[in-house]
T-cell receptor, first 112, second 112 residues
Framework: NAGVTQTPKFQVLKTGQSMTLQCAQD?????MSWYRQDPGMGLRLIHY???????DQGEVPNGYNVSRSTTEDFPLRLLSAAPSQTSVYFC???????????FGSGTQLSVL | AQRVTQPEKLLSVFKGAPVELKCNYS??????LFWYVQYSRQRLQLLLR??SRESIKGFTADLNKGETSFHLKKPFAQEEDSAMYYC??????????????FGQGTILTVHP
C-alpha cells in the first residue's frame, strides 16, 4: 500500500541547474498538490491540480512548473534552481469530496 | 486572503500535564479546519478535523467562530505526543479541495 511516493528523498543542486521532483499516488485521487516547508513559515502551496490536464498556481509558484498528464503522476520541475529554493518539498493528494490530504515522505533539496 | 497563525513555535510540557496548542485563523467564508501532525521520521498526517468532532489520541479541538480559533487540547500529555503540529484551513468544497493554508507549526516536546 504505497500511497504517495516521492523521489528523490535528497538532492543537492548547483545554482542554475534544473531538475524534476517526482510524485506518484496509487489511490486514484483527483486532487494533487505540492508544498514547500520552510522553518518558521509552515507549509506553503506551490502548485496544485484538480485532475489530469488541469493545474493551477498556489501561493509561491515562481520558479516552478508542473504538469498532470495522468491521474497518478504530478511532477514538479525547477527550471533554474536558486538558493531560495532550498527547502523540503511535499507532494500530497486527496480524493473527490474529501479534504483529507495524504502526504509523501518529502524531498530535501539544497541549492548551492 | 485566508491566514492561519500558530503563535508558539515551541511548546514544552511534562508528561501528564495538560497541553494546548493555539491556532487562530482569518477567512471570510465558512472554513474547514484541520490539525496535521508530523512525528519524527514519519509522514505528515491528519490528526483531526473540526467537522468530525472526534477525539484522536486523546486530542480534541473546538472551532470557535467568534474568536476565530481552533485550539488543540489534550488533558494529559504523553511522551509519544512529541511532534510538529500544524493547523490548517480550507475553504469548503469546490475548487478548495487539495488546497490547504497551513500555519507556521508548533513543535511540542513532552518531557518525562
Amino acid at each position: 500500500n504505497a500511497g504517495v511516493t516521492q523521489t528523490p528523498k535528497f538532492q543537492v543542486l548547483k545554482t542554475g541547474q534544473s531538475m524534476t521532483l517526482q510524485c506518484a499516488q496509487d489511490m486514484n485521487h483527483e486532487y494533487m498538490s505540492w508544498y514547500r516547508q520552510d522553518p518558521g513559515m509552515g507549509l506553503r502551496l506551490i502548485h496544485y491540480s484538480v485532475g489530469a490536464g488541469i493545474t493551477d498556481q498556489g501561493e509561491v509558484p515562481n520558479g516552478y512548473n508542473v504538469s498532470r498528464s495522468t491521474t497518478e503522476d504530478f511532477p514538479l520541475r525547477l527550471l533554474s534552481a536558486a538558493p531560495s529554493q532550498t527547502s523540503v518539498y511535499f507532494c500530497a493528494s486527496s480524493g473527490a469530496g474529501d479534504e483529507k490530504l495524504f502526504f509523501g515522505s518529502g524531498t530535501q533539496l539544497s541549492v548551492l | 486572503a485566508q491566514r492561519v497563525t500558530q503563535p508558539e513555535k515551541l511548546l514544552s510540557v511534562f508528561k501528564g500535564a495538560p497541553v494546548e496548542l493555539k491556532c487562530n485563523y482569518s477567512y471570510s467564508g465558512s472554513p474547514e479546519l484541520f490539525w496535521y501532525v508530523q512525528y519524527s521520521r514519519q509522514r505528515l498526517q491528519l490528526l483531526l478535523r473540526h467537522i468530525s468532532r472526534e477525539s484522536i489520541k486523546g486530542f480534541t479541538a473546538d472551532l470557535n467562530k467568534g474568536e476565530t480559533s481552533f485550539h488543540l487540547k489534550k488533558p494529559f500529555a504523553q511522551e509519544e505526543d512529541s511532534a510538529m503540529y500544524y493547523c490548517a484551513l480550507s475553504g469548503r468544497g469546490g475548487t478548495s479541495y487539495g488546497k490547504l493554508t497551513f500555519g507556521q507549526g508548533t513543535i511540542l516536546t513532552v518531557h518525562p
